[in-house]
């Protein structure tokens, strides 16, 4: 049963969020944002920090969630082909019904998908180890991008517009709202989800598999079948992720926008490993943390915001590895449960 | 099949010599790759981006006037103490760390650089001319850049010489010895933090001298320093580390490869050919590992 401390915590974080876009009118679009990148940090950790598989290729999914739920919009009324090559909304008009069931549709697509592909690449991909899985996700989503940017079918070079917000919705708050909630209810879920797998058995297979792979597969457990299930469960909320941003941007490009390497897919990294690799709680605070110092840094030091991003990786790699989570585990040990035997810890140190 | 290297075979002429020529400069960046990640077991992503910024010192050498071949002397002078500093500022850091995290922190260190090039060399694609001809092979129906030929003849000699300095000299024994086992040479008295500053900055000198060359026969932009990263990384887990004809022999392969690519599937999707190159590479050992009941290490 829930205890009455969490059952406060929880349905006041949820009251905080229903009320938020109402609270923080003006800040609706990045509220959206805070809640994707939440997901993105959140299922990243599921495989990066509890199983040990560090993956730069998580933004392979995003993209193809976007690419998909955007297609499937368009796809289902009008043809494809014709809309992309016209640039999208000049030729053909999205009713109100046909935009929702479209998004709603689309929304479902770009969840199953990605987790199938997630499936079925999987096997391949996830007998390898270490930093070769880092690479060869890495390049994976680089070719996804490289890739779709020759296809003509959903832009290529030039771009995919995803049918923009119904003009019959007069409301011009309507838009930011329906893509915040839209994106809060799928990070509810992503938490009731990971939040779930923290108390399970899952859990304790994907961190036997991080501290030692050889030995888990010697407990008997069929390491392989839980890697690839972990990494369905990132799949598919990176999907549904990308197609809610694809939405909200309204605009797709192959490398900037979709397989979006350079940003995104090095956002969700660092954020978990800000926040603290391995909790449940670390990914939520660091990608806070990191979309406050964003937004709030970015336009002061525009031109010069890779230059930052590029040396806060550095600096949080190689100084803060263990994140914001880890560095208070090593300070009040007691209040994550546990207990550290002061002569064990005094004999480590003269040991040094 | 309608493809054009098909109905006209001149072409596949072409295709191998162009990339037999590439392939020799992407064997000089693996060469790099391959003795920093033997001696400090680090896999640096910037390696491409350290090319590149190689490339863009013999760039800004013909902007002066002066002739971008020059850049093969120049270029990994001053490239060795970009090296050199950035080991002293993060590298060293890293180095007994787990992969991932040298991974990440030089893709941090990749994007600063390119941010950096992207300011001052600005985004536009530039070539610097070496004004050197072309030569005209098989009744003009084949066509190779005198630069190329200059390119992978400078990339032999360097190689060449960088073989005998670390099979001769004292520094190059130290950065074998330190390879083989750090513990050991330490105890033996090699200063292994000098050893793998200087491996570093040789490394980087590499790249230099790679982006010297890039100048002049291919085109340099501040964000297309990645596949060169990915070309070295696929270059070294094919040929294994510090086994140089294998090097060579695979990177000839990957230029091959690529020149191929780019007749067949087009121009466009030539980079994404390469990157999934690396995922089969990849997946294909794993495979071939996982019967043994083995994997990559």
């Known amino acids: 049963m829930m205890k009455q401390k969490d059952l406060i915590l929880y349905s006041g974080l949820i009251i905080l969020g229903l009320a938020a876009p109402f609270l923080f009118s003006a800040f609706k679009v990045q509220l959206t944002y805070l809640c994707v990148l939440i997901v993105l940090a959140m299922t990243w950790n599921l495989q990066g920090g509890e199983m040990g598989y560090n ?52 929304l479902l697509v770009a969840a199953i998908i990605p987790t199938i592909v997630a499936g079925a690449i999987g096997y391949a991909i996830l007998g390898l180890r270490g930093h070769y899985f880092a690479i060869c996700t890495l390049g994976l989503g680089i070719a996804a991008g490289e890739i779709a940017g020759g296809i003509e079918i959903i832009g290529a070079g030039q771009g995919f517009t995803t049918p923009p917000f119904p003009a019959e919705i007069v409301d011009p708050e309507a838009r930011g709202q329906f893509f915040y909630f839209l994106s809060f209810f799928v990070l509810v879920v992503a938490f009731v989800f990971v939040k779930y797998i923290y108390g399970s058995r899952f859990r304790l297979i994907l961190n ?27 799949a598919f909320f990176c999907g549904l992720a990308g197609g809610i941003m694809g939405g909200l941007i309204g605009y797709i490009d192959s490398t900037d926008v979709a397989f979006d390497g350079r940003e995104m897919g090095v956002f969700m990294v660092l954020m978990a490993i800000l926040g603290g690799k391995g909790t449940l709680w670390g990914p939520i605070i660091g990608a806070t943390l990191f979309h406050f110092f964003k937004e709030g840094l970015w336009t002061f030091i525009l031109g010069w915001q890779y230059v930052a991003l590029g040396v806060l990786i550095v600096v949080i790699v190689v100084y803060f590895p263990e994140g914001l989570m880890g560095w208070l585990r090593e ?20 040991l040094k | 099949m309608d493809f054009l290297i098909f109905k006209a075979p001149i072409l596949m002429v072409q295709a191998s010599l162009d990339g037999i020529l590439l392939g020799i400069l992407f064997a000089l960046i693996a060469y790099g790759m391959a ?51 950035l080991y002293k500022l993060v590298i060293n850091k890293v180095v007994d760390r787990d992969l991932f995290i040298s991974i ?47 390119a992978a003849f400078i990339s032999v000699l360097y190689a060449i010489g960088l073989v005998i300095y670390m099979k001769r000299s004292r520094l190059g024994r130290a950065i074998r010895a330190t390879a083989q086992n750090a513990r050991a040479a330490k105890i ?35 964000y297309v320093g990645l596949p060169y990263t990915v070309r070295s990384f696929m270059i070294v887990i094919v040929a294994g580390l510090g086994n140089l004809p294998a090097v060579a022999i695979s990177g000839m392969g990957l230029g091959l490869f690529e020149e191929f690519a780019d007749y067949i599937l087009g121009t466009e999707f030539r980079i994404g050919a390469v990157f999934m190159l690396l995922v089969f590479i990849l997946v294909y050992r794993r495979f071939k590992l996982s019967k043994k009941r083995e994997y990559l290490k």
Not at chain 1, 215 to 234: D, H, L, P, R
Not at chain 2, 45 to 63: C, E, K, R, S
Request: hydrophobic residues 45%; charged residues 15%.
């Open chain 1, 331 to 350: 300070k009040y040990p007691d209040r994550f449960g546990e207990t550290i035997d002061e002569k064990d810890r005094k004999a480590q140190v003269e």
């Open chain 2, 188 to 222: 033996l008295g090699v200063d292994t933090e000098k050893v793998y500053a200087a491996t570093f900055g040789i490394n980087a000198a590499l790249c230099g001298i790679a982006g010297a060359l890039i100048s002049i026969t291919l085109t340099l932009h501040p």
């Open chain 1, 55 to 106: 993956s730069f290729g998580n933004i392979l999914f995003y993209g193809l969630g976007m690419y998909l739920t955007a297609s499937v919009q368009v796809g289902m009324f009008f043809p494809l082909a014709e809309w992309t090559e016209s640039g999208g909304e000049k030729t053909f008009v999205h009713t109100t019904a046909q935009y929702f069931q479209g998004i709603g549709v689309g």
């Open chain 2, 35 to 85: 003795l920093q990640w033997g001696v400090m077991n680090i896999i640096n992503i910037a390696q491409g981006d350290l090319v590149i910024l190689g490339g863009y010192i013999a760039y800004t050498m013909y902007l002066a006037g002066i002739h971008p071949a020059w850049g093969v002397i120049v270029s990994p002078i001053i490239m060795y103490f970009v090296g050199w500093a």
């Open chain 2, 104 to 150: 990440l922190a030089t893709f941090g260190i990749a994007i600063v650089f390119q941010q950096l090039m992207n300011f001052v060399f600005g985004a536009d694609v530039v070539v610097a001319q070496s004004e050197y001809g072309t030569t005209m092979l098989f009744d003009n129906s084949v066509t190779l850049p005198n630069s190329k030929i200059f």
């Open chain 1, 208 to 234: 036997a598999i991080r501290d030692n792979e050889d030995k888990a597969e010697a407990m008997g457990i069929q390491t392989m079948k839980y890697k690839i299930v972990g990494w369905m469960c990132s």
